[in-house]
């Protein structure tokens, strides 16, 4: 009980000491690409498999792998991008979108002929592109790929057209994405289902004080808890790395045996592009991509958390509870058991209750994933946020304290903490943005 009275006075806290309080910004860390670090605790044989993983999850393709530079084959028909590490890349391997949009290169790479749609900026973030609608007034929320092969110098005879990006945003019907980082993807998966469903009923009566609901998504098939993705709407690694190599780069895999669009003379190699390699004997020769994406992503650490001696970051993890940031943030998560040493019954800081939450208009998209409507969204985990550039599912600020203003809007369960951080000192606030970039 002593939780909710300091939740609420703090709301009567104000007395403003400085001026405008300021995002410190993502100056920790390194600004370019670093090496991905893997969990502490993995065996020789994990590290083997990790590091294959990094060599698949950095590989770059092109039609049929003959590109300089691009020896992986299987890009297109239709891609946003050539290789997992041109958007999730920020600060580290793993990370998300980039400072310089690689898009904008892409647009024309190897003698590409694609426009580059206005919603796709050299100086903004990596995006990913949805329509609400299909022209008869049905449900679309797929993703639409920016370019195509066409023109291509590997794609000779392939004439397919990128679609009318410029109708469907002056419609209101195109929605962006922005890519969530994957590090500590191992540790997020290996969270037992119980142990969400427990973290959810906890300090219930704060939450209804505050107005903060959550559910979770679930797999449509086997009925268990989604977690990866914006809306949490997808179930394991190997699962998204399937998905994403086939609708991000258009590779066909075993799980996505097929190509989106199979127009004659745009598809140049047989299926699966991707697939366990039979006539290997030595098993990190023969797993297929889809494998290795998974094993870097199962094994990479999160970020650590930086300045933990600051005062200001220490006054900052208290406001960040007092506010109620908590409640759907949740600091820690524990795994349960696992095969794996180094994902067995370990703490898990990622700030987030893995649930669905409604954000309200402000940030609603219209889609529908499983479970989650059109403004539901998974809470997002906030490790890595000390480097991150971008913020929110779709990348609309880079200003941590606008991210936070942003949570608030009609229907948002979010709307009683975004109004104590609005009330709260100025001091606190900054104490807040601090803790925050020390994630
Ligand atoms: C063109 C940019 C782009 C490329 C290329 C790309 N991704 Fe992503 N990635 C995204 C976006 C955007 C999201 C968020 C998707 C959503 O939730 O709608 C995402 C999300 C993810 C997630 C979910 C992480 C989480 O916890 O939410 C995983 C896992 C992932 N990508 C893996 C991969 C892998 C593996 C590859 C390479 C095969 C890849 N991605 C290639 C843009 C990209
Ligand atoms: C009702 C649940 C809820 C509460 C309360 C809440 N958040 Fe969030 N937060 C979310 C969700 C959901 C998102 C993702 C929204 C989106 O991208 O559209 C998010 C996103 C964020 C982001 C952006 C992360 C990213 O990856 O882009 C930051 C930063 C953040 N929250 C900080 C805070 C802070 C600080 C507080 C307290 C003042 C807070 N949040 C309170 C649910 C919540």
């Not at 939780?3 to 600004?31: F, K, M």
């Not at 994957?182 to 300090?203: C, D, H, K, R």
């Not at 200003?399 to 979010?414: N, W």
Request: glycine share 12%.
């Amino acid at each position: 009980m002593a939780r909710h009275t300091s939740i609420i006075l703090l709301t009567l806290a104000t007395g403003s000491l400085l001026l405008a309080q300021n995002d410190p910004g993502p100056g920790r860390g390194p600004q370019g690409p670093t090496p991905a670090r893997p969990l502490p605790g993995l065996n020789a044989n994990e590290l083997a498999w990790f590091n294959k993983g990094v060599e698949v999850f950095r590989e770059v393709d092109s039609v049929s792998g003959t590109e300089p530079g691009a020896a992986g084959s299987g890009l297109g028909p239709r891609f946003n991008g050539n290789s997992c590490s041109q958007c999730h890349i920020h600060p580290t391997l793993g990370g998300s979108s980039p400072r310089v949009n690689p898009q904008v290169a892409l647009a024309t790479q190897f003698g590409a002929t694609n426009r580059i749609p206005d919603f796709i900026q050299q100086n903004g973030p990596v995006r990913v592109v949805r329509f609400i609608r299909n022209t008869d007034g049905t449900p679309d929320g797929g993703v639409h790929d920016l370019f195509t092969i066409t023109g291509r110098a590997d794609a000779a005879g392939c004439n397919i057209q990128q679609p009318d990006f410029a109708t469907e945003v002056r419609r209101n019907n195109a929605i962006f994405r922005i890519p969530t980082p994957v590090f500590g993807g191992g540790l997020l998966e290996a969270i037992p289902e119980s142990t969400i469903l427990a973290n959810m009923a906890a300090n219930s009566a704060t939450k209804v004080l505050l107005g903060i609901r959550g559910r979770e998504n679930r797999n449509g098939n086997d009925g268990t808890i989604t977690r990866f993705g914006w809306k949490a709407q997808n179930k394991s690694l190997l699962l998204f790395a399937g998905e994403a190599y086939n609708v991000e780069q258009g590779v066909t895999n075993e799980i996505f045996p097929n190509e989106r669009d199979e127009t004659p003379g745009c598809t140049f190699n047989a299926t699966a592009e991707d697939r366990t390699h039979l006539d290997q004997s030595r098993a990190l020769d023969s797993i297929s991509d889809i494998t290795g994406l998974m094993h870097f992503m199962k094994f990479v650490a999160p970020p650590p958390q930086t300045n933990t001696q600051d005062p200001s970051v220490q006054r900052g993890g208290q406001v960040f509870t007092q506010l109620g940031c908590g409640m759907c943030h949740t600091p820690t998560l524990q795994t349960g058991r696992n095969t794996v040493a180094a994902l067995d019954r370990k703490p898990v800081t990622l700030y987030s209750d893995l649930l669905l939450h409604n954000m309200g208009d402000g940030l609603a998209d219209g889609i529908n994933q499983g479970n989650a409507r059109g403004a539901d969204w998974r809470t997002a985990p906030l490790w890595g946020l000390g480097a991150r550039l971008f913020f929110l599912h779709d990348g609309r600020t880079q200003d941590l304290a606008e991210a936070i203003r942003a949570h608030a809007g009609r229907g948002s369960e979010a709307n009683t903490v975004v109004n104590n951080y609005n009330s709260a000192a100025a001091q606190s606030k900054q104490d807040l943005l601090n803790f925050l970039r020390s994630l």
